[in-house]
């Protein structure tokens, strides 16, 4: 049975030990801290999970890694993508084989592709496997941007289930939300401070970076919002603003590991070169995660 595309997924960093490799000890620890929070699903090998930094085989040991952790729980998701076709659809089999329930798909990346080679990237890689698939916008990074009318053409397909958009761009997801069948295909906020409005607008949840930080705050943006107490999902929504706002002292993954890392959650560095911030930024980082938890945010 497929799994109900809902709440807030956690969009789990890739461990490293300090020479790069991978820890996939504390992988597992850190996809049981999210399921302890209370998370609707784990995702693993997005964007924050550095997948473009791993081989194909070291993706599939971390997808491992979290499904063994996970033991069925919660829904796991896959990041499967890659800058060609034939590639994703290699991935996305071995990621359905690795036990994988939903498949997140990311555009294509790096060469200009348009509505109709988007349309046929997708259309060929969700009939290559049967879980469910979940395109995933993120034009700032792969310089492709998957059109409104695009993203309801592959809605059509029984198993593109969902879009994760991290555009930034909230008419975007208004746009989705208008042309898809809220019964059969999940909207979801990639954005962590546009969850709530995502949510209030028709949208299904959220695919968050910051719930590596504070896993249980981000649980509570819907849970709150699910039982009615919109004061209260908006408190949790405002309270990660602090963190936020120091996004663009780095590259993003960057700054939410060196947080995860001052939360407490030893989960390394990211791999070179994208791996560098000043005395300054980690300092201030600490002190925002000092605050926050200090603040309750946890």
């Known amino acids: 049975m497929a ?4 709440g807030s997924i ?6 490293f ?3 790069e490799t991978l820890n996939l000890d504390q ?6 801290r999210a399921v302890q929070s ?3 699903g784990v995702f693993c090998l997005g964007t ?7 081989s194909a085989d070291e993706r599939i040991a971390v997808l491992e890694s979290v499904v063994e952790a996970a033991a069925g729980r919660v829904p796991v998701y896959g990041g499967a993508g890659a800058v060609g076709t034939a590639e994703t659809v290699r991935i996305a089999r071995r990621m359905e084989a690795g036990g994988a329930d939903v498949l997140s798909v990311i555009a294509p990346y790096f060469a200009a592709a348009s509505q109709e080679e988007l349309f046929r990237h997708f259309a060929t890689v969700a009939e290559s496997v049967d879980v469910p698939v979940l395109l995933y916008n993120i034009p700032a990074r792969t310089g492709n941007s998957i059109a409104p009318s695009t993203v309801a053409r592959l809605a059509e397909i029984e198993n593109i289930v969902g879009v994760k958009d991290s555009s930034g761009n909230f008419d975007a997801i208004l746009q989705y939300i208008e042309l898809t069948d809220p019964e059969s295909f999940a909207v979801l906020a990639g954005t962590d401070s ?6 209030q607008a028709g949208g299904a949840g959220g695919i968050t970076a910051v719930a590596n930080v504070y896993p249980r705050t981000m649980v509570e943006i819907y849970e709150r919002w699910a039982a009615g107490d919109l004061d209260g999902a908006r408190a949790a929504q405002a309270s990660i603003r602090s963190l936020r706002n120091l996004f663009p002292l ?8 060196a947080a995860t890392n001052a939360a407490g959650e030893n989960v390394g560095p990211c791999r070179a070169p994208f791996n560098l911030l000043s005395d300054d930024v980690l300092a201030r980082i600490a002190e925002t995660v000092r605050a926050d938890q200090a603040a309750g945010l946890a």
Do not use: S, W, Y
């Open 17 to 19: 030990h300090d020479d």
């Open 27 to 32: 992988m597992r620890r850190h996809t049981e």
């Open 3 to 6: 799994p109900t595309i809902h």
């Open 48 to 54: 924050n999970g550095e997948f473009f930094q791993q």
């Open 250 to 257: 780095g590259n993003p993954n960057t700054i939410v590991k």
């Open 10 to 15: 956690h969009a789990l960093v890739t461990p």
């Open 194 to 199: 546009l969850i709530l409005p995502t949510l």
């Open 38 to 40: 209370g998370a609707h």
